[in-house]
């Protein structure tokens, strides 16, 4: 493998190409007319325009971006996240085209895409999933009946769905008939696909994902959780490994579960599985994401371990480096994602320059960023700036580091989660671990950080005036 095309932009397309360097692999960018001057075009050894800006005209060009990788005798393509990473149709016109796609085969990413599929596939191995069917349900008889059996509340999630996208709780029979039929309906509009399934509603879970790796010969590995619980809006904001929670006893129950999933798709590749927790500290499957994910770097972290450096090894045929005894959780690590939210106003997209971008160094500090000082973010894509990972012996030295380079981040233009993130790390449930998927809905309200924000400007407001008070004295020449 001597050439690798990046089949995506931002922090992550350099996150790749800095381990295909270290490799000795050839790197080659693509990008849209207004990433022209983007950091990840600067950085590949050679970058071509693949189309106009909004992302189906550049970014989701499948066909087009193995054109040009074939023109340019590329060996592989690494899709990143998000674009066509999960992109069944994409990986398979890879494969015939003589070119490797980094990631697992178009198969298993077929099956994990549907909730029902990867219920089916996975099935036969023993692994805890929420009590339910797995069975696409349009009946509504039928469906009174198997929710009376799992009792209410119950959840009526989208097959073809996705973060979050179609799911509705209902807390009694009587809503069941209108909720499953605008279910249905919103299913179709938005994935083509209306399937519907139902399971009993977890009220108060952890989401819990274990990092999987797996070679061509037959080997998985797990490489331990990461916890997910803090999110809004099923958009995740706070990452950990490992979990505040987890016994060494349900990791490796949970570490096992994983590889399951994995050998039960023929999986190729990192992969992640996501799980819910509850409050007995049960867990169930929830599904597959098969590739490469945003919050990837506190796994390497806390292993010592190089994920895209592993994808790379395996989709070049090679067995995986390291066996699982090798593994070990070592200290603790925390990552912020940075967007141009404003977390004032709702976290609407912050559009602007970003007139002052200065980013934190130092030990215990990584920063996988995309941007840099003087650059418009673009209206079309996903507003993610970077990525502030922290890495100390524990936990309390994780977040201290965090807040301390939350203060040292200083981007003026635009506003970002920032200080949501300084909330995060400072509020009593996150600091015991005591915390859930509604952490950010039952504790979070914008004048908190409003509030925050206020006192430091005064603050600010006050030194200037000492300032200014100091400098009258010593500048004030007396007159004669
Ligand atoms: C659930 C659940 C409770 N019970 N399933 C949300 C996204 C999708 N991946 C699955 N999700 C959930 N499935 C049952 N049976 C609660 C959620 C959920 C959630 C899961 C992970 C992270 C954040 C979440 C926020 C709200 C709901």
Same mark, same amino acid.
């Given at each position: 493998?001597?050439?690798?095309?990046?089949?995506?932009?931002?922090?992550?397309?350099?996150?790749?190409?800095?381990?295909?360097?270290?490799?000795?692999?050839?790197?080659?960018?693509?990008?849209?007319?207004?990433?022209?001057?983007?950091?990840?075009?600067?950085?590949?050894?050679?970058?071509?325009?693949?189309?106009?800006?909004?992302?189906?005209?550049?970014?989701?060009?499948?066909?087009?971006?193995?054109?040009?990788?074939?023109?340019?005798?590329?060996?592989?393509?690494?899709?990143?996240?998000?674009?066509?990473?999960?992109?069944?149709?994409?990986?398979?016109?890879?494969?015939?085209?003589?070119?490797?796609?980094?990631?697992?085969?178009?198969?298993?990413?077929?099956?994990?895409?549907?909730?029902?599929?990867?219920?089916?596939?996975?099935?036969?191995?023993?692994?805890?999933?929420?009590?339910?069917?797995?069975?696409?349900?349009?009946?509504?008889?039928?469906?009174?009946?198997?929710?009376?059996?799992?009792?209410?509340?119950?959840?009526?999630?989208?097959?073809?769905?996705?973060?979050?996208?179609?799911?509705?709780?209902?807390? #009694?029979?009587?809503?069941?008939?209108?909720?499953?039929?605008?279910?249905?309906? #919103?299913?179709?509009?938005?994935?083509?696909?209306?399937?519907?399934?139902?399971?009993?509603?977890?009220?108060?879970?952890?989401?819990?994902?274990?990092?999987?790796?797996?070679?061509? @010969?037959?080997?998985?590995? @797990?490489?331990?959780?990461?916890?997910?619980?803090?999110?809004?809006?099923?958009?995740?904001?706070?990452?950990?490994?490992?979990?505040?929670?987890?016994?060494?006893?349900?990791?490796?129950?949970?570490?096992?579960?994983?590889?399951?999933?994995?050998?039960?798709?023929?999986?190729?590749?990192?992969?992640?599985?996501?799980? *819910?927790?509850?409050?007995? @500290?049960?867990?169930?499957?929830?599904?597959?994401?098969?590739?490469?994910?945003?919050?990837?770097?506190?796994?390497?972290?806390?292993?010592?371990?190089?994920?895209?450096? *592993?994808?790379?090894?395996?989709?070049?045929?090679?067995?995986?480096?390291?066996?699982?005894?090798?593994?070990?959780?070592?200290? @603790?690590?925390?990552?912020?994602?940075?967007?141009?939210?404003?977390?004032?106003?709702?976290?609407?997209?912050?559009?602007?320059?970003?007139?002052?971008?200065?980013?934190?160094?130092?030990?215990?500090?990584?920063?996988?960023?995309?941007?840099?000082?003087?650059?418009?973010?673009?209206?079309?894509?996903?507003?993610?700036?970077?990525? *502030?990972?922290?890495?100390?012996?524990?936990?309390?030295?994780?977040?201290? *580091?965090?807040?301390?380079?939350?203060?040292?981040?200083?981007?003026?233009?635009?506003?970002?989660?920032?200080?949501?993130?300084?909330?995060?790390?400072?509020?009593?449930?996150?600091?015991?671990?005591?915390?859930?998927?509604?952490?950010?809905?039952?504790?979070?309200?914008?004048?908190?950080?409003?509030?925050?924000?206020?006192?430091?400007?005064?603050?600010?407001?006050?030194?200037?005036?000492?300032?200014?008070?100091?400098?009258?004295?010593?500048?004030?020449?007396?007159?004669?």
């Amino acid at each position: 493998m001597k050439k690798i095309l990046v089949a995506n932009r931002g922090e992550i397309a350099i996150r790749v190409m800095t381990t295909a360097r270290k490799m000795g692999i050839k790197t080659v960018a693509i990008y849209s007319t207004v990433d022209r001057n983007a950091p990840h075009v600067k950085f590949a050894d050679e970058a071509v325009c693949i189309g106009e800006a909004p992302s189906n005209q550049s970014y989701l060009l499948g066909s087009k971006i193995i054109e040009v990788a074939k023109q340019l005798n590329v060996d592989a393509i690494h899709p990143g996240y998000g674009f066509l990473s999960e992109n069944a149709d994409f990986a398979e016109e890879i494969e015939k085209n003589n070119i490797i796609f980094i990631g697992p085969k178009s198969k298993a990413i077929k099956i994990m895409g549907s909730k029902l599929a990867a219920k089916d596939a996975v099935k036969a191995y023993g692994i805890p999933m929420v009590p339910g069917i797995d069975q696409a349900i349009t009946d509504i008889t039928k469906a009174k009946v198997i929710a009376a059996e799992i009792g209410f509340p119950i959840l009526i999630k989208a097959s073809a769905g996705g973060g979050g996208k179609g799911m509705r709780v209902v807390e #009694e029979e009587k809503d069941l008939e209108s909720q499953m039929n605008r279910a249905i309906s #919103e299913a179709t509009s938005a994935f083509g696909d209306g399937s519907v399934f139902i399971e009993k509603y977890v009220a108060s879970p952890r989401h819990i994902e274990i990092q999987v790796m797996a070679d061509s @010969h037959g080997n998985v590995i @797990h490489l331990f959780e990461r916890e997910c619980s803090v999110q809004r809006r099923h958009q995740k904001v706070v990452e950990e490994a490992p979990s505040a929670i987890l016994t060494p006893e349900l990791r490796s129950k949970m570490g096992n579960a994983a590889v399951k999933v994995a050998k039960a798709c023929d999986y190729l590749g990192a992969g992640t599985v996501e799980f *819910l927790l509850d409050e007995n @500290h049960n867990f169930y499957f929830l599904e597959m994401n098969t590739r490469l994910q945003v919050e990837h770097p506190v796994s390497e972290l806390i292993t010592g371990t190089d994920l895209v450096a *592993l994808q790379i090894q395996v989709a070049r045929g090679e067995k995986l480096p390291i066996q699982q005894e090798d593994l070990s959780i070592k200290g @603790h690590a925390l990552e912020l994602r940075i967007y141009a939210e404003d977390p004032l106003n709702d976290f609407l997209p912050s559009v602007g320059t970003l007139e002052t971008y200065k980013i934190p160094i130092g030990k215990g500090i990584r920063v996988d960023n995309g941007f840099e000082e003087g650059m418009e973010i673009p209206i079309y894509y996903d507003p993610m700036l970077a990525k *502030l990972i922290t890495y100390g012996t524990t936990r309390e030295e994780a977040i201290q *580091l965090m807040l301390l380079a939350i203060e040292n981040y200083n981007i003026k233009g635009v506003q970002t989660t920032l200080p949501f993130g300084k909330f995060v790390f400072e509020h009593d449930a996150f600091r015991s671990g005591n915390f859930d998927t509604h952490f950010v809905k039952k504790y979070f309200t914008p004048d908190i950080i409003q509030s925050e924000i206020e006192k430091e400007a005064k603050i600010a407001a006050l030194i200037a005036m000492k300032q200014y008070i100091e400098d009258q004295k010593t500048l004030r020449i007396p007159t004669l």
